[in-house]
């Protein structure tokens, strides 16, 4: 097992839950696991061109996505290849993106209602 696994063992599991919540905690990584959600391994070299980003920064947040256990990676001569590492992480981010709208749509309700409040006492000046 690995440090961090064996130390996952022995905290309890909402620690364990917010430890895997930082791995997703930047949209660089959401943005990521989301292209990788489509399904089969992406090559870096892909993954730098869909995301726009510098070798360095997408290194960096491939980096917590693999501590995190999130994806995998896979070298096939001199290219590497990363995949969800479970397929669990899309249905996490499907269920986000619901949870997303259900919020965006009771925040356009609460805004219509109160736009159509009447107007409160005017201030005296």
Same mark, same amino acid.
């Given at each position: 097992?690995?440090?961090? *696994?064996?130390s ?6 909402? &620690?364990v839950k917010?430890?895997?919540?930082? /791995? ?6 959401i943005? *990521?696991? &989301?292209?990788? %959600?489509? /399904?089969g391994?992406? %090559?870096v ?7 726009? =980003? &510098?070798? %360095?920064?997408? %290194? ?22 990363? #995949?969800?590492?479970?397929? @669990? +992480?899309? &249905? =996490?981010?499907? +269920? ?9 749509r009771? *925040? @356009? #309700? @609460?805004?219509?209602?109160?736009? *159509?409040l ?8």
């Amino acid at each position: 097992m690995m440090p961090d *696994t064996l130390s996952a063992a022995h905290r309890p599991l909402y &620690e364990v839950k917010a430890n895997l919540f930082k /791995g997703l905690a930047h949209p660089v990584r959401i943005r *990521t696991l &989301e292209r990788l %959600s489509d /399904g089969g391994d992406v %090559s870096v070299a892909d993954l730098l061109a869909d995301l726009g =980003l &510098e070798a %360095s920064h997408l %290194s960096q947040h491939l980096s917590v996505l693999r501590r995190h256990h999130l994806v995998v990676a896979e070298r096939r001569g001199s290219q590497v290849f990363y #995949r969800l590492a479970h397929p @669990q +992480v899309a &249905e =996490l981010l499907q +269920v986000a993106r619901a949870l997303l709208g259900e919020v965006l749509r009771d *925040t @356009q #309700r @609460q805004l219509e209602s109160a736009q *159509t409040l009447p107007a409160g006492p005017r201030a005296i000046r």
